[in-house]
């Protein structure tokens, strides 16, 4: 009896600590360094990919990136063998329009996230708090989120309500001091006459607006159309252009004044080119029903065709003469008859078709578009910055559309669940 109450207690004793080595090594495998072996690694600001490369990501940071033999593997750690696959830093778009109650917000940001993209700007129709409360404090699996709050425009009736609808230099300032309240992180202006259905913000008017946003340490970016208010608005000051111009090429006076802005950010947003498109690599993601629709919208158009040359010309124009050039896609998830969260890909192979190389475009999609941000923690796989990338099955140096055969995405360390479409 005794020595199999004896017997008893030992089996019991080596189960338990057998099971309490198993709860450690999986406490460890949970906290332990990712090291990402045997992968192409494209850092982000132009320089040349780095082939047979390690990255290590220790918590939401990366610690080391480099040629494998250049890089001290942890002691400990989780290996992950990507022979064949290629990692960039996730995407930025520079030029959303989220939903506003908090569940369709997060739901957004976690497409945004399923598509590769880590950061947003949301320019100028957060009317609610939510916007900003995600801002303080990122959802896990959803993109990050800034906002420029309530734009400011002149009246545009039959159109969105949200800006701040201003007539007088006192209005422009309130709107303005108003969104400084709130904390923005930039002041967003529409100067738009719609195709002359309405009137649109004067010079008087945007000049307040940005000689306001500036006192206050804030830059200006502007919604524009026309050649003349470009230029109009560079000599007031503006900071950035949340479209190129688009009713004409630029004139040699312009360009001028964008050497002499040596500063000027340009989200080109491109219109699309007219032609037919493949998404076939959108099966995976939507329904038969949905992918329908998307493709009900996918035909030629010589008139937008057209445009787009006008638009593609003064992108390289502006780059020529010195501006920095973003990813911005204009995207307001009203999906089928808006842009789409999967629309920082068509706009990246908008960007190359404009005539920019791969490398330029992803540039403007990370490294630029964080920089423009004033964001010094992502857009670049370096170490000592935040572990958003994603992993790809094909270099994107070598086609752009490579951005679109995504394996995994990871943000601030952790990789989100791709299982299923959010």
């Known amino acids: 009896m005794k020595l199999h109450r004896f017997d008893r207690l030992i089996r019991c004793a080596s189960r338990a600590v057998i099971l309490g080595s198993l709860s450690l090594w999986a406490g460890l495998a949970v906290g332990m360094p990712l090291v990402f072996e045997n992968v192409r690694v494209v850092v982000g600001d132009g320089r040349a990919s780095i082939p047979n490369a390690t990255l290590v990501v220790d918590g939401d940071r990366i610690v080391a990136v480099g040629r494998a033999d250049e890089v001290t593997v942890p002691p400990v750690a989780q290996r992950i063998d990507l022979a064949g696959k290629t990692v960039m830093p996730a995407l930025i778009d520079t030029h959303v329009h989220v939903n506003q109650p908090r569940e369709a917000l ?57 800006p701040y609808w201003v007539t007088t230099d006192q209005e422009a300032r309130r709107a303005v001091q108003e969104n400084v309240e709130r904390g923005v992180d930039i002041i967003k202006v529409w100067v738009d006459d719609r195709r002359g259905s309405v009137q649109k913000l004067s010079p008087p008017l945007y000049r307040t607006v940005i000689e306001t946003a500036h006192r206050s340490g804030l830059r200006a970016t502007a919604h524009i159309y026309a050649l003349d208010d470009a230029k109009g608005l560079l000599r007031a000051g503006v900071d950035a252009f949340a479209h190129s111009v688009r009713d004409r090429d630029v004139d040699e006076e312009f360009l001028t004044l964008v050497r002499e802005r040596p500063s000027l950010v340009l989200n080109p947003n491109l219109t699309a080119r007219g032609e037919v498109a493949d998404l076939s690599w959108l099966a995976p993601a939507l329904s038969a029903d949905e992918l329908a629709k998307a493709q009900s919208r996918n035909v ?39 842009n789409t969260p999967w629309a920082a890909h068509m706009e990246l192979e908008d960007m190359v078709a404009a005539g920019m190389t791969a490398s330029q475009a992803i540039v403007a999609a990370t490294s630029e578009a964080a920089a423009f941000l004033r964001l010094s923690n992502v857009g670049m796989l370096q170490a000592g910055l935040q572990a958003d990338f994603l992993v790809l099955h094909a270099d994107p140096t070598e086609s752009i559309t490579n951005t679109r055969r995504i394996v995994d995405v990871y943000l601030r360390g952790v990789k989100i669940d791709r299982s299923k479409f959010p």
Do not use: C, K, W
């Not at 006008?310 to 808006?338: C, E, K, W, Y």
């Open 300 to 338: 030629a158009n010589a008139e937008q065709h057209q445009a787009f040359l006008i638009q593609a010309r003064n992108l390289q124009r502006m780059r020529a003469a010195g501006a920095h050039i973003v990813l911005g896609t204009d995207t307001s998830f009203d999906f089928p008859a808006g």
């Open 106 to 162: 997060v739901s957004d940001l976690r497409r945004l996230a399923y598509f590769g993209v880590g950061t947003v700007l949301s320019l100028g129709v957060d009317t609610d708090s939510a916007p900003f409360e995600v801002r303080a404090q990122p959802v896990p699996g959803a993109a990050r989120l800034l906002t420029a709050g309530r734009g400011i425009t002149a009246p545009e009736p039959g159109r969105e309500t949200a």
